[in-house]
């Protein structure tokens, strides 16, 4: 059983003013700048903002008391510390905790779009799963995302605020509290410990908002995350796959989930652009490969689809050479949904497979389920809600004629 907490109950978020919360450096300064900060002090005063937002992350300028009170008052005339507001916050029996966020309108339409946010708890670690995109253009069929048309790229600033806000309601800020209901939270001091862009989206697809936003992510000053613990994972956008590992040397993950191009040109669509030999040549070059740095291959087990035993053998010959750990994915079921997960007994067969041949394959735990946070289960609550209201209407207007 799911807990769902009543979004009029968590704290209220203005986008009034603009926030300063998960802005970078350069970010900081054109702000400060426009507050009347004179030039000669602009690297300090950022350098403070900087602290005070993303070690200590505070959501109030008063708060900031190595600031002047003048600049303080400025500021706050000026801008918030607001993060993405919340419109739902969903905890799983097993821990795992999904936000629905809601973003700031733009476009003709004027409606603020929405994404989701999973935080996956274990005693060790905590992994954070942020969107880069508002739904999504790859229409990969298992995916319940790929469902939902792509309505806008997140900003970098809006990447960076799903990493705030989860800190602010796992308590994962210093001297900050745990939440009531905090159960399998880690015993680390950090609770953010991974980052995985697995999230709603393409990350590769919104290449610069990415790079900027794990920037402040990894910077040893503010957030302090590991670029060997941020992974992004894409379906195969061959040409910007060696510039991000280039760019931003952080790990890389493959939605791989077939061995043959005609079954992957279904499973995931992108293929029909860039197939499975270009993708895996693309892997075999990308910066930084080495057994220490291995990339992740994820493969979601469909039944009677990609399954077979001859195909993990395939599997194995297809990764050879390249440094390599292989996630086996329990399909996770959605409404809808045409597919079935693999029987659990064949999912072990096939693991045995691979492990025989060197490679480690963990078979991922399946977290969330029960409140539609496992993988490829994210899709925006507010698509949803008007496809239900659409139907209603509907079927309000059938039964009045």
Known sequence: MSLALDAQALPATTMAKPSLAGLGRDGLKAALSAAGVPD??????????????????????????????ELRSALAERYSLARPEIVTEQVSVDGTRKWLLRLPAQGRDGRPPEVETVYIPESDRGTLCISSQVGCTLNCTFCHTGTQRLVRNLTAQEIVGQIMLARDRIGDWPGAEAPGDGRLLPASDRKITNIVLMGMGEPLYNFDNVRAAMEVAADGEGLSVSKRRITLSTSGVVPEIAR???????????????????????????????????????????????????????????????????????????????????????????????????????????????NRAGYASPVRTPRGRDIYAACGQLKSESVKQRASAAHQAVDAGVSGS
């Not at 950022?46 to 190595?66: I, K, P």
């Not at 270009?278 to 930084?288: I, M, S, T």
């Open 244 to 354: 991000w590992g280039a760019d931003t040397g952080t790990m890389l993950a493959i939605s791989l989930h077939a061995v043959r191009d005609e079954l992957r040109d279904v499973l995931v669509p992108i293929n029909r652009k860039y197939p499975i030999a270009e993708l895996l040549e693309a892997c075999r070059n990308y910066p930084g490969l080495s057994n220490a740095r291995r990339i992740t291959f994820e493969y979601v087990m469909l039944k009677g689809v990609n399954d077979s035993l001859a195909e993990a053998r395939e599997l194995v010959r297809l990764l050879a050479g390249i440094p390599a750990k292989i996630n086996l994915i329990p399909f996770n079921p959605w409404p809808g949904t045409q597919y079935e997960c693999s029987d659990w007994e064949q999912i072990e067969r096939f693991a045995d497979v691979v």
């Open 40 to 69: 000669k002090q602009l690297r300090m005063r950022v350098n403070q903002l900087w602290s005070w937002l993303y070690v200590r992350g505070v959501s109030d300028f008063a708060a900031m008391t190595d600031v002047a009170k």
